[in-house]
């Protein structure tokens, strides 16, 4: 068992979209257009990268750009997009929606309002199907529209578009691998209103305390602007950029998945997790320095950054530094109880120290937190075979779905 091999198991890209959804029944579609937006922005004559050289700009025009430019190398065919067209499709959208609004006497009935037009009137909802973020479809905004699906940045991206062209104020934020909607109003006694709404769960709203207990990012990642803070259309389009470059990897190109991570950091400098994420790719190219270098400054960007302690932990390793790879182990397994990765990387630090009791124990702790983590399975197959075990090492194969 080689380090290296299981690091990347250990770890997985973050494509900036985890689904918060529970179970509820979709709702219904009653239309089947694409939706509306007014632009701002009068310049129709700007290039997608000569509009990415301002703060803010004509985000839907952007939107439908970037797919026009991107969207070809994944579908293999052509996509000539009509923008005026669509674009007046989003215009009129947006009018209806402002139409609505008008007979709302209260921030909550607006919000409702807004989610009922994203979900019912649109139709959009999560796709499922799609939990890594891996399908191209998800990332390209006239593609949800069409198709009805999306992930957490697109379905966000519909209520930024249609919302913001209504009067409403909302903007998008980063959470630990996801996207949200942030949207403010003033109650008709002059208190301030603000609530998040979770695009992938049918805009259930939820208050900043919960992202606070459920991902426990550090307080130093909101200062740094990495979490839990409007983010302009520049910034956006880093996350798009962002999960463009982890669909390319996924594709095979991984030099062009790094520039594209480049790209993404050009956006959004203090996006930690595109920092990860290169770190990963630079890893599988054995640019181990650089790899680290990453991980540094993501860490340095949110303290609090569990897997990219455990990558950096992996790498230390590596290097023969084995002590700092350590604290790194011990940090990530105090900081988050409740992840099977940390343990995995205990049991494979004690596994290459010829420790296999300690690396058994802590490859079985992790499939004590999560039975279904298969790496886990997999370590344990090939330490039961090392140790003569070959009945046991069968059993963990099959467990991890591997066919003899």
Known sequence: MRLPNLLLIAVSLLAGCTSQQREPGVPPADDGGSRTH???VADDSASLDQMLEQDDFDLPRALLLF??????????TRHDVDIKAKLARFDEYARQLRTELRKDKSPRQRVRTLVDFVHIKLGLRFDQNDARGENPEN???DRV?????????TLSLAYLVFGQAAGLDVAGMRIPAHFVVQFKDTESNGQPYKVILETTDFGDTRDETWYWAEHRFSATSVENRVYLTPLSDREIFGTLYNNLAGVTFVRGNTQLAIERYNRALELAPNNAESMYNRSVLQHTLHNDREALKDLNEAIRLDPNFVLAMIARAGLLWEAGER???RADLANAKRLRKDWPQPWMLEGMFAYESGQ???ARTAFLKALEIDPKYNSAHLALAELERRAGNDEAARKHEEAAGVKH
Do not use: H, I, M, T
């Open 145 to 153: 529209l069409q198709r009805r699906f999306g992930y957490c940045v």
């Open 67 to 76: 797919s026009e430019e991107y969207y070809p190398e994944f579908s293999g």
């Open 356 to 358: 296999l009791d300690e």
């Open 323 to 325: 002590e700092p790879a």
């Open 38 to 40: 007014v632009s701002d």
């Open 139 to 141: 990332l390209f905004f």
